[in-house]
């Protein structure tokens, strides 16, 4: 996490101190991105797949924006990436937000559908989600988040940009407090088709939680394979829907193998 830009360092002073996306690279090599799995191509370092995830991110906010990230050893890099994916390390810190000022909860959109606030009736409902996110008590955060969705669902319909943007929040939450498992791996798809099938601003968020979905999935196939050959179907569909081809490809695959050693046709 060391690498420093080529070009001239971007005025930090100028790059709002919100949002700080967190990367953490584990001893065992792996990335995850504000808690979510990261999935790197074939040859690529995770540290990598996730900096250019964060690319992404910069340029859908149209600026730099800033990163933590944070080694198995403990050490923490404070960074800035750029819209061309530039990376540069920093000195100091990153400064502290202004007070009051909230964090941008993933699935933040950029078109004006879908970054509309909710209601004013439903903003405390929303802060208790928010409230207990910062307190660290992330099964408070997704009961309410649950009883929100489900309240936005019936004013407002299962599509509305309203609802996936809880959708998408609780999803978000349940990976961060439960990374594995095939309830988890269920919820990631049935998310990421929901977000398509809204047409749910910004696409890559929809393609980043198929691509959690795989991971979650690949970790199922080697603590409950059984579970994981039932969810297989469902994850084909989804990835090839949203063209992620290497990774449907990668679970048919997988299916080919099992058939094989179990004597199937």
């Known amino acids: 996490m060391t690498e420093k830009a080529m070009s ?17 690279v584990s001893s065992a090599g792996g990335a995850t991105l504000d808690g979510e799995p990261v999935l790197a ?5 995770p540290r990598v797949a996730a900096l250019a995830e964060v690319r992404v991110k910069a340029a859908l906010h149209g600026r730099p924006v800033r990163v933590t990230a944070k080694e198995p050893d403990g050490t923490v890099w404070p960074l800035v990436v750029d819209t061309d994916g530039r990376v540069t390390t920093l000195d100091t810190p990153h400064p502290a937000p202004p007070p009051g000022q909230p964090a941008p909860a993933p ?20 802060e208790h989600v928010t409230a207990a996110d910062r307190t660290g008590d992330l099964v408070a955060a997704i009961v ?15 599509h509305h940009p309203h ?18 498992g095939h309830e988890t791996a269920q919820l990631l798809l049935h998310t990421a088709t ?4 809204a047409g749910a601003l910004p696409y890559e968020d929809t393609a980043r939680y198929a691509r959690n979905a795989h991971a979650v999935w690949r970790d199922v196939v080697c603590t409950e394979p059984g579970t994981a050959a039932a969810l297989s179907a469902d994850a084909q569909q989804v990835l090839d829907l949203l063209g992620e081809r290497d990774r449907a490809r990668d679970v048919r695959a997988w299916c080919d193998v099992l058939a094989r050693q179990s004597g199937t046709p």
Do not use: C, K
């Open 8 to 24: 001239a360092m971007p005025d930090t002073a100028r790059i709002p101190a919100r949002p700080v996306y967190t990367i953490a």
């Open 107 to 126: 699935g933040d959109t950029t078109a004006s559908g879908w970054q509309q606030p909710l209601p004013p009736h439903y903003q405390p409902l929303f």
């Open 194 to 197: 929901r977000r398509h099938e």
């Open 41 to 45: 191509a074939p040859g690529q370092e």
């Open 163 to 180: 609802t996936i943007n809880i959708l998408t929040l609780r999803t978000w939450l349940t990976l961060r407090q439960q990374p594995h």
């Open 144 to 158: 309410a988040a649950i009883t929100l969705e489900t309240a936005l669902t019936q004013d407002f319909g299962p």
